[in-house]
């Protein structure tokens, strides 16, 4: 099955800077990315997604790179703000995460510092 | 914007009791999900719905889980026997298709089991 890892586990920035989170997957059938933002006590949001169809996706202060052939994808989050202090997870799926289920990474805690 | 509801939020029961987690998916998504959280750790599948029928699940999704649609908008998950490794969050979700078609899913914001 698939497996998906994701770096680092706490991430500490300036306000105003960027943050960078990593993951890699397994399953080279693999075709659907989403990002999902977990504040403390709340379930999972999605905040931006893309499949293997394209290399780099942007909204507002936030993208997403892909490289299918190292396997691997980013998320990018441009002039941090104190709401980006969240756990961010990756996830990777075959189909779009219908039926199949999404594999998650395991979580980079983001810290942003005033 | 429409949700994914659960309820309860914090369940708490004993060891060996049986336990019904409820959620109410988005009206008009077919697709219904169960991940569960242990703490600290990463959001994994359990089992995944669709046409009154469980679609996928996985190792975790044991004898002792099982899933139910008893209405148009309800979806349980229920656990027969609890155990202490059974304490966990756990997320409902749904999406509005499945397999081959760009669905996102959207989670609730959980269902809290903790097993005394």
């Known amino acids: 099955g698939e497996n998906v890892e994701q770096h680092p586990s706490t991430l500490s920035v300036q306000e105003g800077d960027s943050a960078v989170i990593k993951c890699t997957y397994s399953d080279s059938a693999s075709n659907y990315f989403p990002w999902y933002k977990q504040e403390l006590g709340k379930g999972p949001q999605l905040i931006i997604d893309?499949?293997?169809?394209?290399g780099e996706k942007k909204d507002q202060r936030i993208a997403v790179t892909l490289n299918k052939t190292a396997k691997h994808f980013s998320l990018h989050i441009t002039e941090t703000q104190p709401e980006d202090s969240a756990v961010y997870f990756c996830a990777a799926s075959f189909s779009g995460g219908g039926a199949d289920g999404l594999t998650f990474g395991k979580g980079t805690h983001l810290i942003i510092q005033p | 914007e429409p949700e994914v509801t659960q309820t309860p939020s914090h369940q708490v029961t004993q060891m060996g009791q049986e336990v019904i987690l409820r959620c109410v998916p988005i009206?008009?998504?077919?697709?219904f999900y169960w991940y569960r959280q242990i703490l600290g750790q990463k959001v994994e599948f359990l089992v995944s719905f669709y046409n009154n029928e469980i679609s996928e699940k996985s190792e975790i999704f044991d004898d002792q889980f099982s899933v139910e649609r008893p209405d148009g908008s309800n979806f349980t998950l229920k656990i027969r026997s609890t155990k202490l490794e059974d304490s966990a969050m756990y997320f409902c979700?749904?999406?509005?298709?499945?397999?081959?078609?760009?669905?996102?899913?959207?989670f609730g914001n959980g269902t809290r089991l903790t097993v005394t």
């Open positions: 009206s008009n998504h077919l697709y």
């Open positions: 979700a749904s999406s509005e298709a499945g397999a081959g078609v760009y669905s996102p899913l959207h």
């Open positions: 893309i499949r293997s169809n394209v």
